[in-house]
Structures are given as structure tokens and as C-alpha cells.
């Protein structure tokens, strides 16, 4: 069984790309491997020498087995549009990567609406099960199931190619393509649901996409901003949990655990684009003068995580510059999850009061994340307002849903509440 699942982390996204390539039917394609994932749940051990060919000749197998028993049916369906025929090949280090990109601007496609795009990458590409991505959107999982079946036959009626775009085509495609690929990541980074907190597989899988976009657009600043974002993060997988599991906050981490080749390599995808020192303080001047340069979300998000493993340690982190490029994202994206980033350096560089102040009117827009009471609590005990930070931790609590994250809470709510009766 733990072959089974090793091979479906992956293999999945790879071997799903070559058999819609061959099939040209991304339904099909995916059933026939589920197929094959279940055939091995039943035939290993022993485990097959190539594990990937073993599950791709099987899934070849159950695709013949279903047309031929569905054979008129399958003449009146449309199928992708591929450019050209690919005969059956073995699994392949140098034929998959292009695949799987492949696949990425399909599921991408803006015929399909962003949600099912989203829905559908994170399934195909991701490797989530239904069920999985279904929780992501808050909907049941028959829902998800029917949503992910009407995203799939639109490819197919609507002759959406299975190609990578070219020209300006790929320039219109790119923002839809990077944001569902840092998405993949998101999940990959900090899970949303379960008793991992981190699925190295999942977070791989972004950053091996993103490496393919970089090498098709290399000179996309905004395309490297990405892949270096999603290095930064990954580099300090080995310590963002103890032996024991638990969270283990950034100030905290041991940063010999970090990989600093990986640190390194993200810093040197930066450099040809790396920001200006940003003028310090939590209140930058107001809109940009006409004209004036003003980077990406991806960059900006990416100069912030080069500013925390840059630094010396925790204590040497400038976080007044960090504080400034939070304000100047959320200039940029209006987003409530910014602010909320933004409230955490503020506090650092000015207090915890005037993070506090940043949270005000937060909870309309998030109202189910978990994190916002979460950071209230902390900065409110830092306040020594600890009633208050005990409430706020039960909130977190509440909506909390993941195992690491509930117990790294439930620690700190309990050193309030000591504090308190102390």
C-alpha cells in the first residue's frame, strides 16, 4: 500500500499527461489510471521493477477495455485536439516535463471559468482526490465531482487543444497558469485539511512546473519571481516541524536545517530584478507618480521571503522593509490575506498595538481563517490583554484544520491561560 501511495504522489500528474496525449480524452485518460492505481493496490507486492510502466501499461489496458465496451458511444464523443499523433512510449525523463505543461494549459484554459480551472489543475496536476479539492472550495463531494465532469467535457466540446500556447497566446495565458501553480504549492506548503501540515510531493510538483515556465518565458520577471517564491518557502521544509510534528515558528527555526542551495539558487533567479530598499515605516506615500515601475505580486511576495533568509537570524530581520513591501502588495492586490501578513510585520517593526490596529475589519472578509484570530490572539497577548487572547485562540480553534496547527495553538492559548492564573 505505502508503494502504491509513493507512486501516486509521483507519478500521478506525469503519468495522467502522457495518457491524455495518447487518448486525447482527459476523462478517460484519468479513469483508466484510477483504474490502474487500483489494480495495484490489489497486485503489489510485489512491486514491479518500473513501477510507472507497470501503472501506465495497466491504465493503457483499462482504456482499451472501455472503449471497446462503450465502442459506439466513444465514436460520437469529440476528443482533444492534439497536435500531432504520439505513439506509446514508456514513461521517459525527457518526454514527461512536456506533458505535464501540457496538461497545466489545458486544465488553464480561459474557456473554463477560474474556479474550475483551479478545481480541475489541483486534481489533475495536483494529484488531490476529489474528495480533497472538493474540501479546498467548501462544497460536498458530489458537487466538486459534478463540477470537475462538466469541466472536462467543456474541453472536449469546446475543442480546447492540448498544446502549449505560443506568442502572445502564452503572454495572455500566463497570470491563470502561475496563479494555479502557486496555488498547487499553497497546499503543498501548508495543507488545508489533515495531519500533515507539509506534502513535500505536492509542493515539488509546483516548483517542477514552474521551472518548466521559466525555461519557456526565461525572461518573465514575474515567471522567475514565482519559481524563486516557491524555493525560498521550500527551503525550510526540514525545519518548520520538530521531531515531534509540531509547528515550529519562523524566529524559531534551526536555519542549519534550511536548504541554502536552494536559498541560493531562488536569490540568483532574483537578482536581475531584486527591489530598492523600500522606504521604512507601515505608511508609504500614496499612489505611484505616472510612469513610475511598480513590481508584481509575485516579486514582491518573493523580495519579502528573500528578506527573512537573508537575515543573520530571527532578530537581524529588517522588518520595517518587509512592513513597506507588504504595503506596497497590498496596493497592488487589495487582498485581505495581505493586510493581515502586513499586521505581523508591522507589529514586529512598531509594536504589537499597531498590528492590532490593521486587524480592524478583517473578519468580513475572512471569515473562516483561522489564522486572523490566531494573530489577534498573539498580538493581543503580547498586549497583556490575556483574557482577550484566550477568547481569540478558541476562535482559532474552531476553524483550525490541521493537526500540527491545532497543537502548536492549543500550546499557546495554554500559556495564556497560565499566565493569566499566574
Excluded at 258 to 283: N, S, T
Excluded at 331 to 345: C, D, E, I
Amino acid at each position: 500500500m505505502k508503494a502504491v501511495e509513493q507512486a501516486y504522489r509521483g507519478q500521478w500528474a506525469r503519468l495522467l499527461a502522457l495518457l491524455t496525449a495518447e487518448l486525447r480524452d482527459l476523462d478517460l485518460a484519468e479513469e483508466s489510471l484510477q483504474d490502474a492505481f487500483a489494480a495495484a493496490v490489489a497486485a503489489w507486492p510485489p512491486v514491479p521493477d518500473n513501477p510507472p510502466a507497470w501503472l501506465l501499461t495497466t491504465a493503457r489496458r483499462r482504456a482499451v477495455d472501455r472503449l471497446r465496451r462503450t465502442a459506439v458511444a466513444a465514436r460520437k464523443l469529440p476528443l482533444l485536439v492534439v497536435d500531432e499523433p504520439r505513439p506509446p512510449e514508456e514513461p521517459g525523463p525527457r518526454k514527461l516535463p512536456d506533458e505535464r505543461l501540457r496538461l497545466v494549459f489545458t486544465c488553464c484554459h480561459p474557456a473554463l471559468s477560474m474556479e474550475a480551472r483551479v478545481a480541475l489543475t489541483l486534481r489533475c496536476v495536483g494529484g488531490l482526490t476529489t474528495r480533497q479539492t472538493a474540501r479546498l472550495f467548501l462544497v460536498s463531494e458530489a458537487t466538486m465531482a459534478a463540477r470537475l465532469t462538466r469541466a472536462k467535457k467543456k474541453i472536449s466540446q469546446a475543442g480546447i487543444p492540448y498544446r502549449v500556447p505560443e506568442g502572445r497566446e502564452l503572454a495572455g495565458r500566463r497570470d491563470g497558469v502561475l496563479a494555479v501553480l502557486y496555488l498547487i504549492f499553497t497546499e503543498g506548503y501548508a495543507a488545508a485539511e489533515g495531519e500533515r501540515l507539509i506534502r513535500d510531493e505536492s509542493a515539488g510538483e509546483a516548483i517542477a512546473l514552474a521551472r518548466m515556465m521559466a525555461e519557456l518565458m526565461p525572461a518573465d520577471s514575474e515567471v522567475r519571481a514565482l519559481l524563486a517564491l516557491m524555493l525560498l518557502h521550500h527551503a525550510r521544509r526540514h525545519a518548520r516541524l520538530d521531531a515531534g510534528g509540531r509547528l515550529v515558528r519562523l524566529a524559531e527555526q534551526d536555519r542549519s536545517l534550511w536548504r541554502h542551495d536552494e536559498i541560493a539558487e531562488a536569490l540568483d533567479l532574483l537578482a536581475p530584478a531584486l527591489l530598492p530598499p523600500v522606504p521604512p515605516g507601515p505608511h508609504l506615500p500614496g499612489p505611484q507618480p505616472p510612469g513610475q515601475y511598480l513590481p508584481g505580486p509575485y516579486l514582491l511576495q518573493a523580495a519579502i521571503a528573500a528578506e527573512h533568509v537573508s537575515a543573520a537570524g530571527a532578530h537581524d530581520t529588517d522588518w520595517e522593509a518587509i512592513a513597506g513591501l507588504y504595503e506596497l502588495l497590498e496596493r497592488l492586490t487589495g487582498s485581505a490575506v495581505v493586510r493581515l501578513n502586513r499586521a505581523v510585520a508591522v507589529a514586529e517593526a512598531f509594536g504589537p498595538a499597531r498590528g492590532l490596529e490593521l486587524l480592524a475589519g478583517l473578519e468580513a472578509e475572512l471569515p473562516r481563517h483561522h489564522l486572523l484570530p490566531a494573530t489577534r490572539a498573539d498580538l493581543l497577548s503580547r498586549l497583556g490583554r490575556l483574557e482577550e487572547a484566550v477568547e481569540e485562540y478558541g476562535r482559532a480553534l474552531e476553524l483550525v484544520a490541521t493537526a500540527p496547527e491545532r497543537e502548536f495553538l492549543l500550546s499557546r492559548r495554554g500559556t495564556a491561560i497560565q499566565a493569566l492564573s499566574g
